[in-house]
């Protein structure tokens, strides 16, 4: 469900700050021999950030399927292709199987996706530092 709120520089730069000590991990983790948490953790990074760039925008999705829709509504609004968004339901799917079932995730996988998955993240921290600079500016 999006509801919209008043925007929160404050949780935005917060969520920012976790999403930057998550991929600093990343950078240190071997992918070869832990894929399935490097997954996991590609996946909280870009839902940390998506989270910011639309709380930084008065916009809180919540409930069921809010993971979804999120990914969802960042897409619609800031013009992502349907590969990109496609490619995080898959990584959310995944991170879901991961945490709840125990699904093991091949090495292959993240190594196959890793360049786009980094772009994006590249993208979300650009998006996010835009974001700020507009509204600062107004």
């Known amino acids: 469900m999006i509801i919209m709120i008043q925007p929160d520089k404050q949780k935005s730069h917060a969520l920012k700050i976790m999403a930057e000590v998550t991929l600093e991990r990343t950078n240190e983790t071997d992918v070869s021999k832990y894929p399935s948490n490097i997954l996991v953790d590609y996946y909280d990074i870009i ?8 709380i930084r925008e008065g916009i809180k999705i919540k409930g069921e399927g809010a993971h979804e829709e999120l990914i969802n509504c960042v897409a619609k609004n800031h013009g992502l292709d349907e590969q990109t968004r496609q490619l995080m339901q898959q990584m959310r799917d995944y991170r879901n199987r991961i945490s709840y079932e125990g699904l093991m995730i091949s090495k292959n996988y ?10 994006l993240i590249e993208w979300s921290f650009d998006k996010l530092s835009k974001l700020g600079q507009s509204k600062a500016k107004a």
């Open 47 to 54: 839902h940390k950030l998506l989270e910011a760039i639309t």
């Open 110 to 119: 993240v190594l196959l996706n890793e360049k786009k998955i980094k772009e």
